[in-house]
């Protein structure tokens, strides 16, 4: 029974390692050493056979399935956090459940998540992740983080994150937007910011072929970007981790300012004056404006 499952501290290791960006975070928050926890990283890799990491000098960058495994292995501790504590009374903290979409988790929300626990170590954050904005329906959900015109029905609603889109390339590929237009065009469905509606904008005229890959999240369309096989037309929130690191650059200066945003529903069913919902909330708006 669990063959399969790696030791846990090798898991630990990992969670740490891909929360704070680097191994010798990691290394403080778990009483290691820096050595130890590459040595378990390395470990967990060689049993599921499969790189989890980049290694870009002193820092980290998940790969394509050390992207699809963290969110796992985060809940997975949760749970296992969560039940411990129900059971036993070890625990003070007070449960939240969040629900964000998956991009948005990855590229903006894990990256903060430090500073609230330091902020807030007495709530314990469920965090769930979605494809798609969706009805809270059962899960439990207290917040839920949706992309939208903010018009859902089924809790408050209060704008997170809305700015601009951007065309994003490697550094080599830069060029005017008529020149992009001719080019290898990445394609997210479900936006309204395509890229017939940026061209219609800065370039009229142009006669665009049909998309060289079509794909259902931003987070794909940024990493085959970066791999400089296309330009990617993204939310700037999404792209900023790329453009920080120098992986991806605007591909010209033209954008657009984004028609939808990213919400904060509170469904109907949750307790809008519990302090840990308010604090989160609060907490979400102020990362939101530092970004």
Known sequence: ??????????????????????????????????????????????????PLFTRHRREL???????????????????????????????????????????LTMLWLLPHLQSFHLTHPEISLRLLSTSWSEDAGRDGIDIDIRYGDGTWTDGTVSRLIQGRVLPVSTPALVAPAAEIATRPLIEITGVLDSWEEFFSCHVPDVDLPPPALIVDQSLIALDYAASGRGYALVAEVFAR??????RLVPACPETLPERLGHHIVIPHSTNLHRPEVAAIVAWLTDSATEA
């Not at 960006?21 to 403080?28: H, M, P």
């Not at 992207?67 to 129900?86: D, E, H, K, R």
């Not at 981790?241 to 120098?246: A, K, Q």
């Open 1 to 50: 029974m669990f063959n399969d499952l790696p030791p846990l501290p090798w898991l630990r290791a990992f969670e740490a390692s891909a929360r704070l960006g680097n191994f010798t975070r990691a290394a403080s928050e778990l009483n290691l050493t820096p050595s130890a926890i590459s040595y378990q990283v390395r470990a967990l890799e060689a049993q599921l056979g499969q």
């Open 61 to 103: 960058h998940l790969t394509r399935l050390g992207q699809s495994y963290l969110p796992i292995v985060t809940q997975a501790f949760a749970t296992l956090n969560n039940s411990t504590a129900g059971l036993f009374g070890k625990s003070h903290t007070h449960t939240v459940t969040l629900r964000c979409l998956s991009s």
């Open 241 to 246: 981790p790329y453009l920080r690191d120098g």
